[in-house]
């Protein structure tokens, strides 16, 4: 649960902190599978190339979440809320949920976002 509870401060922390950045990823495992949107990416190169993108169109984001509770499938999910300020469009909000599994080591393999606003992760 450790993991799972600094995903998202580590997410917030680390578009202003290499230290962070490395942090952040280092609690993926390498063959990382996540869903946004119902579309799937794999592997840690392209988790990292997202947040990347995330950080290249937000000045500020900030995460808050209810807690990871988990699931009769062995999986984790929590509901979400996040305040950011985009570069072209100012501030927003957005809620949703994400759905977690970790694997033998504690490390996320698996990680699937469920926005309310489909838009959220369009481009």
């Given at each position: 649960m450790k993991t799972l509870d600094a995903y998202f401060i580590l997410f917030d922390e680390a578009r202003y902190s290499e230290e962070s950045f490395d942090k952040l990823n280092d609690l993926f495992n390498d063959d990382i599978e996540f869903v946004l949107n119902q579309?799937?990416?794999?592997?840690?190169?392209?988790?990292?190339?997202?947040?990347k993108g995330v950080y290249q169109t937000n000045k500020d984001l900030k995460?808050?979440?209810?807690?990871?509770?988990?699931?009769?499938d062995g999986t984790f999910k929590t509901h979400w809320a996040i305040c950011g300020n985009?570069?072209?469009?100012?501030?927003?909000?957005?809620?949703?949920?994400?759905?977690?599994?970790?694997?033998?080591?504690?490390?996320?393999?698996?990680?699937?976002?469920?926005?309310?606003?489909?838009?959220?992760?369009?481009?």
């Amino acid at each position: 649960m450790k993991t799972l509870d600094a995903y998202f401060i580590l997410f917030d922390e680390a578009r202003y902190s290499e230290e962070s950045f490395d942090k952040l990823n280092d609690l993926f495992n390498d063959d990382i599978e996540f869903v946004l949107n119902q579309k799937t990416f794999k592997g840690k190169d392209a988790w990292k190339q997202f947040v990347k993108g995330v950080y290249q169109t937000n000045k500020d984001l900030k995460h808050m979440h209810n807690g990871w509770i988990e699931q009769e499938d062995g999986t984790f999910k929590t509901h979400w809320a996040i305040c950011g300020n985009r570069f072209e469009t100012g501030v927003y909000t957005q809620e949703g949920i994400d759905i977690a599994r970790l694997d033998n080591e504690g490390k996320i393999i698996y990680l699937e976002n469920q926005p309310k606003d489909q838009t959220l992760f369009s481009n």
